[in-house]
């Protein structure tokens, strides 16, 4: 089997289908979360005040442990203690507590 080579247009060409093919499934999964039934539309906005809440950091450590990172990869990825990756975490989980404990019901 013979490999063709990239030309630098080529990889150029790919490197932009790459990024738009990222950018368009982001957003669809932004518009795909608004897809909610309206009695649980509280929820979602009670993200948007969270993520409005929380400091860049927390938001950080709460992205990435949402996303299944264990708490020494979290650390490693933003130069930080496992301890601190672990308190911004509480610190997230209590302020969505007060969110959970809406008078809204599910």
Not at 28 to 34: D, L, P, R, T, V
Not at 39 to 65: C, G, I, K
Request: glycine share 2%; aromatic share 10%.
């Amino acid at each position: 089997m013979d490999w063709v080579e990239l030309t630098d247009e080529d990889a150029e060409r790919l490197i932009r289908t790459i990024t738009r093919a990222k950018d368009y499934a982001k957003k669809m999964a932004i518009f795909q979360s608004g897809f909610l039934a309206p009695e649980m539309r509280w929820l979602q906005t009670s993200a948007h005040d969270l993520y409005d809440e929380l400091s860049p950091r927390e938001r950080e450590v709460f992205n990435m442990r949402i996303q299944q990172h264990t708490f020494p990869i979290i650390a490693d990825a933003l130069g930080i203690s496992e301890s601190s990756a672990k308190t911004y975490w509480l610190r997230t989980m209590a302020k969505c507590a007060k969110l959970f404990v809406s008078p809204n019901k599910l």
